[in-house]
C-alpha cells in the first residue's frame, strides 16, 4: 500500500515541520518514505509544497497530476493551485485563513480565500475546512495551524496513519513545552473534523 | 548499516564523511548548500571544513589539499562553476593524489538560478569524469565511489547532482561508523615536474588523459549504476528508452503504469558507457531521450549510432519531442512515453479538463523581501533620494536580487555575482549624465566585488556603491563569512571590516547607515550621489531572520487617511487590506519602523506585542 500526499501553502508557514511529522511516523512504523519540497528563493513568501510518499513501491518522489490520496492546504488559494494532483475519491483538509499577497495588496484586491473554499467544496466531495484562525484564538497560538491540519488529515484516515503515530513523533521531534500545546491542536482538531 | 531519513545532499555529505573525506570547501549556493553544512554538522574531528570567500578560492583550497594525498570535496551550484573553471581547467592536467569529488549541483527549471547550464556538458569541455545520481540512496553510493575512481586515476571527478536529487528526502541504508574509511593523507612531496604546470607537461598530459577517457569508457560499460533493462520486452520489442540522473525516478515511475519497455540508464555521462549502449541501441527501431538541460544523451547516441551504423531513429530535444528548456515532471514524462510508445494515458484524477477551466484565478505569488528586511529600506532611501534624475540601480545576486519587485523596482540590471560593479561602470562611461548606482550584499562583496571596485577608482568611473550588510549570507540560508568572524569550524575569528577595505582602496567618501534611519539615509544617498568619483554607502542592519525582533506595530485606524501610500511605496508584506482598511499582519510584523516614517499623518505606530 503506497500513500500520496501533497503539503502546500505559503512560504514561513511551516509546511516542511508538518512533512517532517509525517515522514517521522511513516518510517517510525518501517515504512520507507520518499519526499520533494521546495527550498530556495520561493520560501521568501512564494508559492511552496511537499510532496510526501508513502510505500515500499516508491521510485519517485514527486507525485503524478491526480494520484495524491490527500492534500492538505495551508491557504485556500494555494490548495486550489495544486487541486489537479488529487485523486479521484482523494481527500482535502483546508486552513481558511488566507495569506494576502503583496500583489493583492498593491492592486487594492480584497482577496480573503472564500471563492477559492467555494471551488473546493464545488468539486471535491472529502472536504475537510478547519478554520484555524478561530483555533488558534481559542487555543491562545499563532503556532499550532500545522497539528491543526495534521489532526484533521490523520482523523480522516486518508494518511493511513493514526492519532498515536503522531503523538509519538511529536514526542521525539518537537521540544517538551510545546508538548501540551501541540495534543490540544490535535484533540480540537478531532473535534472540528467530525 | 542502519536507515537514516536524509535529504540528497546530507546523503552525499554522509557518503563523503563514510568516504574518509578530510577536507571540504565550497560557496553557498542553491541547491548546492546543505552538503557542506551537513559535513560541517556531522564531521570525524579531523575533517577541515570551511566556506570559502568563493568557488574559485574554494576550488584551490581543495587542489592543495589533494596534491597532499588528503581526500576532497569541493562543493558549489552550476553557475558556481563557471567561476571556479581556470583553476579546475589546469587541475585536470595536473591531477591529483588525494581522491577529490567536485560536487556540482545543477538546477532544471531553473528554480533558483540564473542559467540551465548542464554540467555534463562542461565534464565532456573539461574532460573530467562525471557521475550523475538518480536517487538519493544511490547519490550516497556514488559519491564513495567517485573517490575511489579519482584516486585510482588521479583526477578530479564531477558529481553532478539536480535539484530533485540534493533537495528530495528518502530513507536510505547508511554505513555505520566504524565502517568509515580512514584515510591519512601522506604529505605534500616536492616534485616540479608534477606540480608546476609548463606547455610541455600538458602536452604530456593531454595525451595521458586521452587514453584514460577511453578506457574509463569501457569500464563504465560495466559500473553497476549504469543499467540496461528489459532487453526482452514483448510489449515493446523495437521500441527503447534512454535517460540519466533524476529523470531515471520519472521514466520507471511511469513505466510501473505502461509496461516494461528496454531501457538504458546512464550514470557516467562521461566518459559515455560506448559498449553499453550499443548493446541498448542494438535491434532497436526507435529510441527517446528523457533527460533535463542538455541533451547530452541523445547527443552520444546519435554519435554512437552513426558510428556503429546502426538503423535507428533518435527522438528527444534536439527533434523537439521532449521539451528543450526547463523541468521534466511525471505528467511531462508520462505524456512523451505515451505518444512514443502508442498507448493510451491512465484516466485523470478529481478534476476534469473542465474543472480546471472553472478554476478561479490563483494569487500570485512572486518571492518578496521578508516583512522587515532592511534591504527594503536601503532600496527605499536610494529610490527617494534620487527621485527624478537620471539613474541606474545595477543589482546583484542574493536576497536582495527581489528589490526588483514592485512596488520598490529598484533592480534596473542583474547578471551574476559581483557584475553590478562593472555594469555601472560601462554605463557610466558612455552616459556619464546617469547617476549610476551598484547594490552588492555582504558575502557577494567578499566573493566577486572587490576587483571591480578597484577597477572604479583605476579607471575614474563616476558611481556609487552600495553595501547591503545585513551580516549573513541570506538567500542560501545564513552562511557565515569573513565580514561575521565565525567560521564553519566554530572558531571565532577578526571581523574583515568592509569600510576598512573599502578606504584601503582609495575611496574617500564611505559612509555606514542604519537604514531603518530613513532621514540619515536619504541624506547619505544625496551627498553622495552629488559628489564625483566613486563613493561607498554601507547599509548596515542585520538580517530580521537570524536577529529576531519580538515587536511589532499597528495602524491606528481613526488617523489612518486610507491613503494606502504606506502599502504603494515600500511593499512589505505584513501590510495588508482587511475589509477594506489597512492593517498590519502581527504575525508577520517585525516592528522595523519604515512604514511609520513614511505615513504622512503618523498613523503606524506603538509595539504591540504582548
Ligand atoms: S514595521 Fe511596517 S514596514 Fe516594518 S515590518 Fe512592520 S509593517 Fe512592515
Ligand atoms: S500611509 Fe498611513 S495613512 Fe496612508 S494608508 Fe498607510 S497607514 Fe494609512
Given at each position: 500500500?503506497?500513500?500520496?500526499?501533497?503539503?502546500?501553502?505559503?512560504?514561513?508557514?511551516?509546511?516542511?515541520?508538518?512533512?517532517?511529522?509525517?515522514?517521522?511516523?511513516?518510517?517510525?512504523?518501517?515504512?520507507?518514505?520518499?519526499?520533494?519540497?521546495?527550498?530556495?528563493?520561493?520560501?521568501?513568501?512564494?508559492?511552496?509544497?511537499?510532496?510526501?510518499?508513502?510505500?515500499?513501491?516508491?521510485?519517485?518522489?514527486?507525485?503524478?497530476?491526480?494520484?495524491?490520496?490527500?492534500?492538505?492546504?495551508?491557504?485556500?488559494?494555494?490548495?486550489?493551485?495544486?487541486?489537479?494532483?488529487?485523486?479521484?475519491g482523494?481527500?482535502?483538509?483546508?486552513?481558511?485563513?488566507?495569506v494576502?499577497?503583496?500583489?493583492?495588496?498593491?492592486?487594492?484586491?480584497?482577496?480573503?480565500?472564500?471563492?477559492?473554499?467555494?471551488?473546493?467544496?464545488k468539486?471535491?466531495?472529502?472536504?475537510?475546512?478547519?478554520?484555524?484562525?478561530k483555533?488558534?484564538?481559542?487555543?491562545?497560538s499563532?503556532?499550532?495551524?500545522?497539528?491543526?491540519?495534521?489532526?484533521a488529515?490523520?482523523?480522516?484516515?486518508?494518511?493511513?496513519?493514526?492519532?498515536?503515530?503522531?503523538?509519538?513523533?511529536?514526542?521525539?521531534?518537537?521540544?517538551?513545552?510545546?508538548?501540551?500545546?501541540?495534543?490540544?491542536?490535535?484533540?480540537?482538531?478531532?473535534?472540528?473534523?467530525? | 548499516?542502519?536507515?537514516?531519513?536524509?535529504?540528497?545532499?546530507?546523503?552525499?555529505?554522509?557518503?563523503?564523511?563514510?568516504?574518509?573525506?578530510?577536507?571540504?570547501?565550497?560557496?553557498?549556493?542553491?541547491?548546492?548548500?546543505?552538503?557542506?553544512?551537513?559535513?560541517?554538522?556531522?564531521?570525524?574531528?579531523?575533517?577541515?571544513?570551511?566556506?570559502?570567500?568563493?568557488?574559485?578560492?574554494?576550488?584551490?583550497?581543495?587542489?592543495?589539499?589533494?596534491?597532499?594525498?588528503?581526500?576532497?570535496?569541493?562543493?558549489?551550484?552550476?553557475?558556481?562553476?563557471?567561476?571556479?573553471?581556470d583553476?579546475?581547467?589546469?587541475?585536470?592536467?595536473?591531477?591529483?593524489k588525494?581522491?577529490?569529488?567536485?560536487?556540482?549541483?545543477?538546477?532544471?527549471?531553473?528554480?533558483?538560478?540564473q542559467?540551465?547550464?548542464?554540467?555534463?556538458?562542461?565534464?565532456?569541455?573539461?574532460?573530467?569524469?562525471?557521475?550523475?545520481?538518480?536517487?538519493?540512496?544511490?547519490?550516497?553510493?556514488?559519491?564513495?565511489?567517485?573517490?575511489?575512481?579519482?584516486?585510482?586515476?588521479?583526477?578530479?571527478?564531477?558529481?553532478?547532482?539536480?535539484?530533485?536529487?540534493?533537495?528530495?528526502?528518502?530513507?536510505?541504508?547508511?554505513?555505520?561508523?566504524?565502517?568509515?574509511?580512514?584515510?591519512?593523507?601522506?604529505?605534500?612531496?616536492?616534485?616540479?615536474?608534477?606540480?608546476?604546470?609548463?606547455?610541455?607537461?600538458?602536452?604530456?598530459?593531454?595525451?595521458?588523459?586521452?587514453?584514460?577517457?577511453?578506457e574509463?569508457?569501457?569500464?563504465?560499460?560495466?559500473?553497476?549504476?549504469?543499467?540496461?533493462?528489459?532487453?526482452?520486452?514483448?510489449?515493446?520489442?523495437?521500441?527503447?528508452?534512454?535517460?540519466?540522473?533524476?529523470?531515471?525516478?520519472?521514466?520507471?515511475?511511469?513505466?510501473?503504469?505502461?509496461?516494461?519497455?528496454?531501457?538504458?540508464?546512464?550514470?557516467?555521462?562521461?566518459?559515455?558507457?560506448?559498449?553499453?549502449?550499443?548493446?541498448?541501441?542494438?535491434?532497436?527501431?526507435e529510441?527517446?531521450?528523457?533527460?533535463?538541460?542538455?541533451?547530452?544523451?541523445?547527443?552520444?547516441?546519435?554519435?554512437?549510432?552513426?558510428?556503429?551504423?546502426?538503423?535507428?531513429?533518435?527522438?528527444?530535444?534536439?527533434?523537439?519531442?521532449?521539451?528543450?528548456?526547463?523541468?521534466?515532471?511525471?505528467?511531462?514524462?508520462?505524456?512523451?512515453?505515451?505518444?512514443?510508445?502508442?498507448?493510451?494515458?491512465?484516466?485523470?484524477?478529481?478534476?476534469?479538463?473542465?474543472?480546471?477551466?472553472?478554476?478561479?484565478?490563483?494569487?500570485?505569488?512572486?518571492?518578496?523581501?521578508?516583512?522587515?528586511?532592511?534591504?527594503?529600506a536601503?532600496?527605499?532611501?536610494?529610490?527617494?533620494?534620487?527621485?527624478?534624475?537620471?539613474?541606474?540601480?545595477?543589482?546583484?545576486?542574493?536576497?536582495?536580487?527581489?528589490?526588483?519587485?514592485?512596488?520598490?523596482?529598484?533592480?534596473d540590471?542583474?547578471?551574476?555575482?559581483?557584475?553590478?560593479?562593472?555594469?555601472?561602470?560601462?554605463?557610466?562611461?558612455?552616459?556619464?549624465?546617469?547617476?549610476?548606482?551598484?547594490?552588492?550584499?555582504?558575502?557577494?562583496?567578499?566573493?566577486?566585488?572587490?576587483?571591480?571596485?578597484?577597477?572604479?577608482v583605476?579607471?575614474?568611473?563616476?558611481?556609487?556603491?552600495?553595501?547591503?550588510?545585513?551580516?549573513?549570507t541570506?538567500?542560501?540560508?545564513?552562511?557565515?563569512?569573513?565580514?561575521?568572524?565565525?567560521?564553519?569550524?566554530?572558531d571565532?575569528?577578526?571581523k574583515?571590516?568592509?569600510?576598512?577595505?573599502?578606504?584601503?582602496?582609495?575611496?574617500?567618501?564611505?559612509?555606514?547607515?542604519?537604514?531603518?534611519?530613513?532621514?540619515?539615509?536619504?541624506?547619505?544617498?544625496?551627498?553622495?550621489?552629488?559628489?564625483?568619483?566613486?563613493?561607498?554607502?554601507?547599509?548596515?542592519?542585520?538580517?530580521?531572520?537570524?536577529?529576531?525582533?519580538?515587536?511589532?506595530?499597528?495602524?491606528?485606524?481613526?488617523?489612518?487617511?486610507?491613503?494606502?501610500?504606506?502599502?504603494?511605496?515600500?511593499?512589505?508584506?505584513?501590510l495588508?487590506?482587511?475589509?477594506?482598511?489597512?492593517?498590519?499582519?502581527?504575525?508577520?510584523?517585525?516592528?522595523?519602523?519604515?512604514?511609520?516614517?513614511?505615513?504622512?499623518?503618523?498613523?503606524?505606530?506603538?509595539?504591540?506585542?504582548?
Amino acid at each position: 500500500m503506497s500513500k500520496n500526499i501533497v503539503l502546500c501553502g505559503v512560504g514561513g508557514q511551516g509546511t516542511i515541520l508538518a512533512s517532517k511529522l509525517i515522514s517521522g511516523a511513516a518510517m517510525n512504523r518501517g515504512i520507507p518514505v520518499k519526499s520533494a519540497e521546495t527550498i530556495g528563493m520561493a520560501q521568501r513568501g512564494g508559492s511552496v509544497f511537499s510532496h510526501l510518499r508513502l510505500g515500499d513501491d516508491v521510485d519517485c518522489p514527486m507525485i503524478a497530476s491526480g494520484s495524491a490520496d490527500i492534500i492538505i492546504g495551508f491557504e485556500p488559494g494555494e490548495t486550489v493551485r495544486m487541486l489537479p494532483y488529487l485523486r479521484k475519491g482523494g481527500q482535502v483538509i483546508v486552513s481558511s485563513r488566507p495569506v494576502m499577497p503583496v500583489t493583492a495588496a498593491l492592486a487594492g484586491s480584497n482577496y480573503n480565500g472564500s471563492e477559492m473554499l467555494d471551488y473546493i467544496r464545488k468539486k471535491v466531495d472529502k472536504v475537510i475546512v478547519i478554520d484555524t484562525e478561530k483555533a488558534c484564538r481559542e487555543l491562545g497560538s499563532a503556532k499550532i495551524v500545522n497539528l491543526l491540519l495534521l489532526g484533521a488529515a490523520v482523523n480522516s484516515g486518508a494518511l493511513g496513519l493514526d492519532e498515536e503515530d503522531i503523538r509519538k513523533v511529536i514526542l521525539t521531534r518537537i521540544p517538551k513545552k510545546f508538548h501540551d500545546l501541540n495534543f490540544k491542536a490535535l484533540e480540537y482538531a478531532k473535534k472540528s473534523s467530525l | 548499516m542502519h536507515q537514516e531519513f536524509l535529504m540528497g545532499n546530507e546523503a552525499i555529505a554522509m557518503g563523503a564523511i563514510a568516504a574518509g573525506v578530510n577536507l571540504v570547501a565550497g560557496y553557498p549556493g542553491t541547491p548546492s548548500t546543505e552538503v557542506l553544512e551537513t559535513v560541517a554538522k556531522r564531521r570525524p574531528q579531523d575533517t577541515y571544513v570551511e566556506w570559502s570567500i568563493n568557488e574559485k578560492t574554494a576550488m584551490e583550497v581543495g587542489a592543495g589539499a589533494a596534491y597532499t594525498g588528503a581526500r576532497v570535496m569541493v562543493t558549489m551550484k552550476q553557475v558556481g562553476l563557471n567561476v571556479a573553471t581556470d583553476p579546475l581547467m589546469s587541475l585536470e592536467y595536473i591531477g591529483v593524489k588525494g581522491g577529490m569529488v567536485v560536487l556540482v549541483a545543477d538546477d532544471p527549471g531553473p528554480i533558483s538560478s540564473q542559467t540551465e547550464q548542464d554540467t555534463r556538458h562542461f565534464s565532456r569541455f573539461s574532460k573530467l569524469p562525471c557521475f550523475d545520481p538518480s536517487t538519493v540512496q544511490e547519490a550516497y553510493e556514488m559519491v564513495q565511489d567517485a573517490f575511489e575512481y579519482s584516486e585510482k586515476y588521479r583526477t578530479p571527478v564531477f558529481l553532478r547532482s539536480t535539484t530533485r536529487v540534493s533537495h528530495g528526502y528518502a530513507s536510505i541504508d547508511v554505513k555505520d561508523e566504524e565502517d568509515y574509511k580512514k584515510n591519512t593523507p601522506e604529505g605534500f612531496i616536492k616534485d616540479t615536474k608534477r606540480w608546476v604546470i609548463f606547455p610541455k607537461l600538458s602536452y604530456q598530459a593531454h595525451i595521458n588523459i586521452e587514453a584514460r577517457n577511453v578506457e574509463l569508457a569501457k569500464e563504465f560499460s560495466s559500473y553497476d549504476k549504469n543499467l540496461l533493462l528489459n532487453m526482452e520486452s514483448k510489449a515493446f520489442p523495437k521500441k527503447g528508452i534512454a535517460t540519466g540522473g533524476f529523470n531515471y525516478t520519472y521514466v520507471s515511475e511511469t513505466l510501473k503504469t505502461l509496461g516494461d519497455a528496454r531501457f538504458l540508464k546512464v550514470s557516467t555521462p562521461h566518459p559515455f558507457p560506448e559498449e553499453l549502449a550499443v548493446k541498448f541501441l542494438t535491434g532497436l527501431d526507435e529510441v527517446i531521450c528523457i533527460e533535463e538541460l542538455d541533451p547530452v544523451i541523445e547527443r552520444e547516441l546519435i554519435y554512437i549510432a552513426g558510428k556503429y551504423q546502426l538503423p535507428v531513429k533518435i527522438y528527444g530535444k534536439l527533434t523537439l519531442d521532449v521539451k528543450n528548456s526547463g523541468e521534466n515532471s511525471l505528467d511531462s514524462v508520462m505524456g512523451n512515453l505515451t505518444k512514443f510508445l502508442g498507448v493510451n494515458p491512465p484516466e485523470t484524477g478529481a478534476l476534469s479538463e473542465d474543472d480546471k477551466a472553472e478554476m478561479p484565478e490563483l494569487p500570485v505569488r512572486p518571492p518578496v523581501l521578508c516583512a522587515g528586511c532592511p534591504h527594503r529600506a536601503s532600496f527605499y532611501a536610494v529610490k527617494q533620494a534620487m527621485k527624478g534624475k537620471k539613474t541606474l540601480f545595477a543589482g546583484d545576486i542574493g536576497c536582495y536580487t527581489m528589490g526588483n519587485a514592485m512596488p520598490l523596482d529598484m533592480v534596473d540590471t542583474c547578471l551574476c555575482m559581483g557584475a553590478g560593479l562593472g555594469i555601472a561602470q560601462g554605463v557610466d562611461h558612455i552616459e556619464p549624465d546617469t547617476s549610476c548606482f551598484a547594490f552588492v550584499g555582504d558575502s557577494t562583496f567578499f566573493a566577486a566585488a572587490i576587483p571591480g571596485v578597484i577597477n572604479a577608482v583605476y579607471n575614474q568611473a563616476d558611481m556609487t556603491l552600495v553595501v547591503l550588510d545585513n551580516s549573513t549570507t541570506a538567500m542560501t540560508g545564513h552562511q557565515p563569512h569573513p565580514g561575521t568572524g565565525q567560521t564553519m569550524m566554530g572558531d571565532v575569528v577578526n571581523k574583515v571590516s568592509i569600510e576598512k577595505i573599502l578606504k584601503g582602496i582609495g575611496l574617500e567618501f564611505v559612509e555606514t547607515v542604519d537604514p531603518l534611519d530613513y532621514k540619515k539615509s536619504v541624506e547619505t544617498v544625496k551627498s553622495a550621489a552629488a559628489l564625483p568619483g566613486v563613493k561607498a554607502i554601507i547599509f548596515k542592519s542585520p538580517c530580521i531572520a537570524i536577529v529576531k525582533s519580538d515587536k511589532c506595530l499597528a495602524v491606528d485606524n481613526d488617523k489612518c487617511i486610507n491613503c494606502r501610500k504606506c502599502i504603494r511605496e515600500i511593499g512589505c508584506p505584513a501590510l495588508i487590506i482587511r475589509d477594506d482598511k489597512v492593517v498590519i499582519d502581527d504575525s508577520l510584523c517585525t516592528g522595523c519602523g519604515l512604514c511609520s516614517q513614511i505615513c504622512p499623518v503618523g498613523a503606524i505606530g506603538g509595539d504591540h506585542h504582548e
